[in-house]
């Protein structure tokens, strides 16, 4: 089920920042987000002031390419908004932050910046 975001409006969606601890990184399901190129969607579990969220970043790939590593007990800094996948709720970044790196994944209208389907990532 595509997650509910409605870009039939001008305004973009209400963005949240949160900062937390990694504590599980991981897949999302191949389709997931509309990607049915097959490419590995990357997610984490941050612990946050709020509780656990589920964060979905983007492909692995771009990761790589921008030489951003993430890993179980870091800490960051997530900026994106609230949607619902499968009934889970859950933060679609558009944004991370460690301590020493930024890395935009999404415009402010929440599309990709990797390239489409069909084109390498490097």
């Known amino acids: ?3 509910v975001l409605d870009r039939s409006s001008l305004q973009p969606p209400e963005e949240t920042t949160l900062e937390g601890r990694v ?4 897949d999302f399901p191949r389709g997931a987000f509309g990607d049915v190129s ?3 969607h990357c997610g984490l579990l941050l612990k946050t002031d709020l509780g656990r969220l ?4 983007g492909p692995a790939g771009y990761f790589m390419k921008h030489n951003f590593q993430i890993r179980a007990g870091d800490t960051l800094s997530i900026t994106g908004i609230r949607v619902v996948q499968d009934q889970v ?10 301590q020493r ?3 935009r994944l999404r415009d402010r209208n929440g599309l990709p910046l990797w390239p489409a389907a069909g084109e390498r990532l490097f």
Do not use: D, F, Y
């Open 1 to 3: 089920m595509m997650p």
């Open 101 to 103: 790196q930024r890395l």
């Open 23 to 26: 504590e599980i990184l991981g």
């Open 54 to 57: 589920v964060i979905h970043l």
């Open 38 to 40: 097959g490419v590995k």
């Open 89 to 98: 709720p859950l933060i679609q970044a558009r944004e991370v932050k460690n």
